[in-house]
């Protein structure tokens, strides 16, 4: 899985067996359009464009979806540096995955929210959650998970001074 940062480089992740799929994009292919028309281009995947880019943050991820290695990795680009990021889960998509507009952005994920931490975006717009994000709990194995990150976005001129990036689901094995 490819992300873009801010800087022009190119970073690669993948997924060991690939029960995963993003959802929700920032670029008018979905039935909810960005709030301010802060649209992004087609085919990128990420949100809603933010006060720093011309596209979005961009939700990715890394390791495997075993739900008992718990061993995965949830990695935030295009995101505003030094300004806070919020990982969050829950067990449904709003909209069949269309979301509806939220802040600056677009909210995609519902029911049974948990929030999985805070994390400060490095200079390069980066944040990165895991391994072991499920805790003690673990994951419901054969059960989708949705995930998205919430960002602040404090010198963006549209409606709020936050954004939200696109969702990623995984579907966890055993």
């Not at 990623?168 to 055993?174: D, G, S």
Request: contains cysteine.
């Amino acid at each position: 899985d490819e992300y873009a940062l801010d800087t022009g480089s190119v970073g690669v992740y993948s997924l060991s067996v690939g029960h995963f799929d993003r959802f929700g994009f920032g670029d008018g292919s979905g039935s909810v359009a960005c709030p301010c028309g802060n649209t992004t281009s087609l085919g990128m995947q990420h949100g809603c464009a933010n006060s720093k880019l011309a596209w979005g943050g961009k939700l990715s991820l890394a390791g495997s979806d075993s739900a008992s290695a718990d061993d995965f990795r949830m990695i935030a680009c295009n995101l505003i540096p030094a300004n806070p990021a919020l990982l969050f889960s829950g067990l449904d998509q709003l909209d069949g995955g269309s979301g509806l507009a939220f802040g600056n952005g677009l909210r995609l994920v519902t029911s049974s929210i948990v929030r999985r931490g805070i994390r400060v975006p490095a200079g390069d717009g980066r944040a990165v959650w895991g391994p072991g994000i499920g805790g003690a709990g673990g994951w419901p194995v054969g059960t989708p998970v949705h995930f998205q990150v919430w960002y602040r976005d404090p010198s963006h001129a549209c409606v709020d001074v936050f954004n939200l990036t696109n969702g990623v689901t995984i579907l966890f094995q055993p």
